[in-house]
């Protein structure tokens, strides 16, 4: 499951924990390609599989309704009707992760496409909805490209809302088990903080997770594990390397096995609005994190104290974070203490949602009345 299928996981749990009846809608054409590359999967509970082009159908057979639109991509097959009301969830900078894919060429054709559907989808909107606050001036910019009054639109921030994993108290001796897991992405390979990684795997009482699959939609090298940097890492005995794909639970279960996740990647536009989602994942599984301090996500591991913030430019910011690791491993349970704290306190999906739980009672008379 990638990132916006999380998010509306995440979003519909928050949600049904409040009592609101809940189903998901995925559009076809999207299971369609995954089905294609790989076996079926089973469908979750209260989800139902669509084309496209009846997801209208669909709203006004449910009216009164809100209904909770994940990015732009579907708009062309949404419009007013009476009793339905929208609330668009400014997930993810798509069009900055447009010009952050490694083309040369700037992609202008698309981005005037998916700069026309984001307006559209914000002047169907009743309310939006933000994955992170230092996203809020960003979103207040593309409202103030539709005729609609940013003042008089509800917004929220509405964080990354993740199921829990079981919570296990730090581990303060044995191996230090570390974890790389996610996609490579154009616009956040490893650098210079894979070095310092190779010399603390050196030391015989660390090791290293890596999971690197291939994206699902086709994009990225995945598992291409010599084109990405960690070429060194994969060579040594005490690094395994998979490429497979992984359900969310066998996923979660990794992360739940690893003392410490290093999640790092070079500075650029799209990261700095980034909720990052392996980060969080992470963190609501109660392993604590190293990070960049300009993702969405720093804030709050500042916070809590729930990892480290570490530049990834820095020549020795990661090997001094794995030193003092090793030297005081009484520092890192503290440290996966505030993690789980974090984890419960902000992406827990009941606690997560009541920003959206409150947007939804200002429309939802609007709806009952129409």
Not at 128 to 154: C, E, F, H, M
Not at 356 to 366: F, G, H, K, N, T
Request: proline content about 7%.
């Amino acid at each position: 499951m990638a990132a916006p299928g999380l998010r509306v996981a995440g979003l519909a749990e928050g949600l049904r924990a409040h009592g609101f009846d809940t189903e998901v809608v995925v559009v076809k054409h999207i299971v369609s390609r995954v089905w294609n590359a790989h076996p079926p999967i089973p469908h979750a509970p209260q989800t139902l599989v669509l084309p496209a082009q009846l997801l209208m159908e669909y709203l006004t057979a449910r009216r009164p309704v809100v209904a909770v639109m994940t990015n732009s991509n579907q708009i062309n097959h949404l419009h007013r009707a009476e009793g339905v009301r929208f609330v668009f969830d400014f997930f993810a900078p798509k069009v900055l992760e447009m010009i952050s894919d490694g083309q040369v060429r700037y992609p202008l054709e698309e981005v005037q496409e998916l700069r026309r559907r984001k307006v559209l989808a914000l002047s169907l909107a009743d309310a939006i909805i933000v994955n992170g606050a230092k996203k809020l001036p960003y979103v207040l910019a593309w409202l103030l490209q539709t005729d609609r009054d940013a003042r008089s639109v509800p917004t929220a921030v509405v964080p990354m809302c993740v199921s829990l994993e079981d919570h296990r108290p730090a581990r303060t001796d044995g191996p230090l088990h570390l974890g790389i897991a996610g996609y490579i992405q154009a616009w956040s390979t490893p650098n210079e903080w894979v070095r310092q990684l190779d010399d603390v795997l050196s030391r015989p009482e660390v090791v290293l997770d890596v999971v690197r699959p291939r994206h699902w939609g086709g994009v990225g090298d995945g598992g291409q594990i010599s084109s990405d940097g960690l070429t060194r890492l994969a060579s040594r005995p005490n690094v395994r390397v998979r490429d497979m794909l992984m359900t969310f639970s066998e996923y979660r279960e990794f992360l739940a096995g690893m003392d410490l996740v290093v999640d790092l990647f070079d500075y650029n536009l799209e990261r700095e609005y980034a909720m990052v989602t392996r980060a969080v994942v992470a963190l609501a599984c109660g392993v604590p994190v190293v990070h960049p301090p300009f993702t969405e996500v720093a804030p709050l591991i500042d916070d809590y104290e729930a990892g480290w913030l570490v530049d990834p430019a820095d020549s020795g910011g990661l090997r001094r974070v794995l030193d003092e690791v090793l030297d005081d491993r009484q520092l890192l349970a503290t440290r996966t203490a505030n993690a789980q704290r974090l984890a419960t306190e902000v992406f827990e999906p009941a606690r997560a949602v009541k920003p959206l739980v409150s947007i939804i009672d200002q429309v939802m008379p609007a709806a009952s009345e129409a």
